[in-house]
């Protein structure tokens, strides 16, 4: 930590969030001796997907030192720096974001655990942030689904359609379905659907119901496997200072 200079009759009051900003950035400044930017002269990049979950990132990350205004600024420029801890942002759409810290153009990223489920990736999943918080479930209309014929299912995760069905050793028929994948049961499309559901209130105003529940959703901290070893120094002030939070 820097030393502060005492001053006569001088109080200076340091908040929770500052003095984790200081730890980290300390923490990346000592980190190499190529400069205050961190490990081999880079700070640290992160991933974050834009959208609804991107307001409970920013009051999560602002316990650790991020400024708010880094990642909710009113503006079309998708790389931030933040002027606190050093970091670097990336503001992707959320599928993208596993794709580019396993390619190495992000050190971590944060993701929904549906991604992740959805397609294959070579991640280290260090720590669940607890935001983003919804389910993935089974959903139709309240009468029994068909007899004497597959059992059609509307979604766009396909392969957690799949696996899921196929661990219950049931036969289905899985369309993929991009959006308003509530309309299928509707339109005859198809008899349930495969989706995120977080109040399911979207589902009721649409005469449908959850059936079953395939598994827990949050968002997740990501991280690139070489990033984690060679910046190490500097990725694991940031993990244990969310993880305190």
């Not at 991009?178 to 995120?196: F, M, R, W």
């Not at 589902?203 to 079953?212: D, I, P």
């Amino acid at each position: 930590m820097p030393v502060i200079p005492k001053r006569a009759n001088t109080r200076l009051r340091v908040t929770p969030q500052a003095s984790r900003a200081v730890h980290l950035k300390a923490k990346s400044q000592t980190s190499s001796s190529n400069g205050p930017t961190g490990v081999s002269g880079e700070r640290l990049v992160v991933a974050v997907p834009k959208g609804r979950v991107l307001s409970a990132l920013a009051k999560r990350l602002a316990s650790v030192g991020v400024q708010r205004e880094t990642l909710l600024a009113d503006d079309r420029t998708l790389v931030r720096d933040d002027p606190n801890t050093n970091l670097r942002f990336l503001l992707l759409k959320p599928d993208d974001v596993p794709t580019y810290v396993e390619y190495g153009a992000a050190d971590l990223g944060v993701v929904g655990r549906d991604v992740l489920l959805e397609r294959e990736y070579d991640l280290y999943t260090p720590l669940d942030l607890g935001i983003g918080i919804c389910r993935m479930a089974v959903a139709g209309k309240s009468e029994a689904p068909p007899v004497g014929r597959t059992l059609r299912v509307a979604t766009k995760f396909t392969n957690i359609a799949n696996r899921y069905f196929l661990s219950k050793g049931q036969q289905v028929d899985v369309v993929y379905v991009q959006g308003s994948v509530e309309l299928a049961p509707l339109t005859g499309l198809a008899d349930v659907i495969v989706d995120l559901v977080e109040s399911g209130e979207t589902l009721r105003q649409n005469g449908l119901r959850e059936l079953e529940l395939i598994c827990p959703i949050s968002s997740v901290l990501v991280a690139n496997r070489v990033a984690l070893k060679l910046k190490r120094a500097a990725i694991a002030p940031l993990l244990e200072a969310l993880s305190e939070v």
